[in-house]
């Protein structure tokens, strides 16, 4: 029962965060920004003003898929954003030149979470392998080794914490400085900003309790081994 129980709360938590973060944004995307500039603009304007003049901004695809791509140097705005001319779109647009002026100034942790991605790609593919294995034949060693290959996930996305809480307050920064939102609009592009974080914090909340959880696993194998 526990173990049920165990395993409806880890499939809620990420359910509602995606729940909080669309009900805020489908709020607030609704809600016209003063300065009535699209998503594209608020962008450039950003980038612009912190002589980023080499990193593009291109329209994406699929709802809510904005990203900053470090490689290629581009902001990628889903279509609702990179068209829209609301408080949401605002502060999305701006949360992704967050993360390109991270890349620019060198910013500790962003540099951490690249350097991380080849191994936590690998964590992510073999260590449920690894951990299987070691579970069906009751082999502790090969446990331990998928438990260390999670671990490295489990690092990545909590890397991912600061980097993504940093982007977020120099967004708001931005938006404030360069007037890009009226004062009083402020409040409810942080709210569109926390929904989006929530999404992160329960992605790591999740993946942690299933660290812990493997945790356990290993140490009760190796005391029923003694």
Request: proline content about 2%; some cysteine; glycine content about 8%.
């Amino acid at each position: 029962m526990s173990f049920l129980l165990y395993f409806i709360i880890i499939a809620l938590i990420p359910l509602w965060a995606q729940m909080r973060v669309k009900s805020t944004f489908a709020k607030y995307s609704r809600v016209a920004s003063s300065s009535y500039r699209r998503g594209a603009e608020v962008a450039r304007e950003i980038l612009n003003a912190n002589g980023l003049y080499n990193v593009g901004v291109e329209e994406g695809r699929g709802f809510l898929s904005d990203h900053y791509d470090p490689r290629s140097k581009t902001v990628r705005l889903s279509p609702e954003n990179y068209h829209g001319h609301s408080i949401a779109a605002a502060a999305v647009a701006a949360h992704e030149c967050g993360h390109a002026i991270q890349d620019a100034k060198g910013y500790t942790f962003l540099r951490f979470r690249h350097a991380l991605v080849p191994v936590a790609n690998l964590g992510s593919n073999a260590s449920w392998i690894l951990i299987m294995i070691g579970i069906l034949f009751h082999f502790s060693g090969m446990l331990l080794l998928g438990i260390i290959f999670m671990g490295a996930a489990v690092l990545f996305q909590l890397i991912t914490l600061p980097v993504e809480f940093n982007a977020s307050n120099r967004a708001l920064d931005q938006i404030a400085a360069l007037r890009l939102i009226g004062h009083g609009e402020e409040r409810e592009a942080k709210k569109v900003l926390n929904a989006a974080a929530l999404t992160y914090v329960a992605a790591a909340a999740v993946a942690v309790l299933e660290l812990l959880r493997l945790v356990f696993i290993f140490t009760g194998m190796n005391r029923n081994d003694d």
